[in-house]
């Protein structure tokens, strides 16, 4: 079985934006009525999914996805609790539908109503009705909300410990995910959500938060940013700043994803971060789609490069399967429980 | 010839951060008087060189370093002009006393007394004194000196035009360096470094400003951050946001350097970015010091990786010596000046 930890429902139907409109609409000018989310059927989720990632899935031969909101459109930056609440009920509730009508082909991975600098109560109680009533297996979590300025705690800081507390006791990981840059500076896709993946990991090692929370596991994605490419400094500087090796202290619990667009890339984060430590992932349909034209096939067709990467059987069994069950131990009991069930 | 061309001051004697201690103090209390740069003799260069940035050159076999002040200590954040105007004055004067006593190992490069959104006048000046009057050969240029919360405006930016305009008539790049990080989500040497070279990549994948400044040259140091790991995800995101190719459009002027820790690293960036825009450097005595045990060699004793890299030797030469003298035409001068002396 082929896992991919990293999709996103980018291609939801357009009645999902129109309420998110209606929304921001009503930020503008409360004197117009709560929005509820807009109808949709089954069908327009079947066909939203069927003619985009199960026909990705199919083409690539890959078998089951993580899947969760868009990203970019979480959109933590909008500071009012009672609209990120209800946006990310109707974003996971959006999700759940599709499960339960792929179950053998997508999980599903929530968001949070995080806002910046805003109490995490909304965020814990939405985890817990996702994993706790809706099965779902992770979550994705923004370490930063402001969108691109930073004004935030990093990842390290008391402000997240309730968080961490209810992911410890549900048993479940974290995609460290930002949303959309609000920042002309960093563009979203092409420096803000590598910029996050880099700052968090860096964050990691000048901490010491898994030895408050030994369990906690994150998942880098885009590949872990910069850090495989820099893994000589990351390395030198633990030693510098005499940090304790980065073994022990980050890498039992933090993973990164596959989402690397180019062979050379893969080939580099398997031969220094090591398979296990890797989940495989492409984030299909994301950022980067398209085809290559020297290849022939999409930029974002990882399976592709992670097959060429030199892996032997074993090592490739852990980075397209084996990881993700570890990591995702719910992903793990569903699978078995569907296995079962024949 | 072996050309390294990132190397920063940061062996200086006490004296100049005395200096720099007392212009703080002064801010903070403007009734003390107007400090003077600390007087520092010769033989205190000389000791701090020689015991440090010449005797790993001589160690290592390379010969010339590009040498510029302390990254982390040019304190772009700090607001007042006219601080900024006397340090970077002073931090110049020192980098102009090491190549006036070491003209064989070492060519100067300027810092900039940027302020955060603060008028380009005064580092247009300090720039064509440095060029003009003192023999430098290039300058840093930092993308956000507000030191990690990115408040300015991109580099694309007109606000930046006035600098540019007197880097393409004096005919000396840039190297793209940020500051230190006053962000505690952004480690300096571990993230703020890294992310802002990502960042401002990705700023030049967006614009336009090689069309409005054909001649204009940036060095992006530390490898170029993420950017040749996700090298992929640029061609991707390039052709999905209507952009020209990279190779045109960016490549013509943008150069990484090779500051890469580790030998996956370095393979990864030559092999991707190719041997005709990586620049040779180390940034020694940087941020990674210290000796890998593994290898038994420092972590930023990068020419071990180029050597190991399976370039061929014409490649070896582009890397080592050609680039840099391309880039930096007043360097190219200064040095077929000194051969035909002898």
Chains 1, 2 share one sequence.
């Not at 946006?87 to 999980?107: E, Y």
């Not at 965020?123 to 930073?150: I, K, M, Q, T």
Request: glycine share 10%; charged share 20%.
């Amino acid at each position: 079985m082929i896992i991919d930890c990293h999709g996103h429902y980018t291609t939801t139907p357009a009645a999902h934006q129109t309420f998110r409109d209606a929304q921001l609409a009503r930020l503008d000018d409360p004197g117009l009525p709560v929005p509820a989310p807009t109808a949709i059927s089954d069908d327009e989720i079947r066909d939203s999914i069927e003619s985009n990632q199960l026909r990705v899935q199919s083409e690539r031969g890959t078998d089951m996805t993580l899947f969760s909101p868009r990203a970019s459109s979480m959109e933590h930056h909008v500071t009012d609790p009672a609209t990120a609440a209800a946006w990310a009920r109707a974003c996971n509730d959006l999700i759940h539908r599709v499960t339960g009508l792929f179950p053998r082909n997508f999980a599903a991975v929530c968001q949070l109503p995080q806002t910046p600098g805003g109490e995490l109560t909304g965020s814990v109680a939405e985890l817990r009705r996702c994993v706790g009533e809706l099965g779902f297996v992770g979550c994705n979590l923004n370490p930063d909300p402001s969108g691109g300025y930073w004004t935030g705690p990093p990842m390290t800081d008391e402000y997240w410990y309730p968080l961490y507390e209810a992911l410890a006791e549900l048993d479940v990981p974290a995609m460290i995910h930002v949303s959309q840059s609000r920042n002309p500076d960093a563009h979203t896709l092409g420096a803000h959500y590598l910029n996050a993946d880099t700052s968090v990991f860096m964050q990691l090692v000048q901490g010491d938060l898994f030895a408050r929370f030994p369990s906690l596991r994150f998942v880098i994605p885009h590949g872990g940013g910069a850090v495989p490419y820099h893994w000589g400094r990351y390395q030198g500087l633990t030693v510098r700043m005499g940090r304790p090796p980065l073994a022990g202290h980050v890498m039992g619990n933090v993973f990164f994803d596959s989402c690397v667009y180019h062979q050379a890339g893969m080939d580099l984060l398997l031969r220094v971060i090591g398979p296990g430590n890797v989940l495989f992932a492409s984030e299909m349909l994301g950022a980067v789609r398209g085809i290559n034209p020297e290849t022939g096939s999409g930029w974002d067709d990882t399976k592709r490069y992670a097959d060429r990467a030199g892996l032997g059987e074993h090592d490739l069994q852990q980075v397209f399967e084996d990881n993700a069950r570890r990591v995702y131990p719910r992903l793990d009991a569903q699978l078995k429980s569907a296995e079962a069930a024949g």
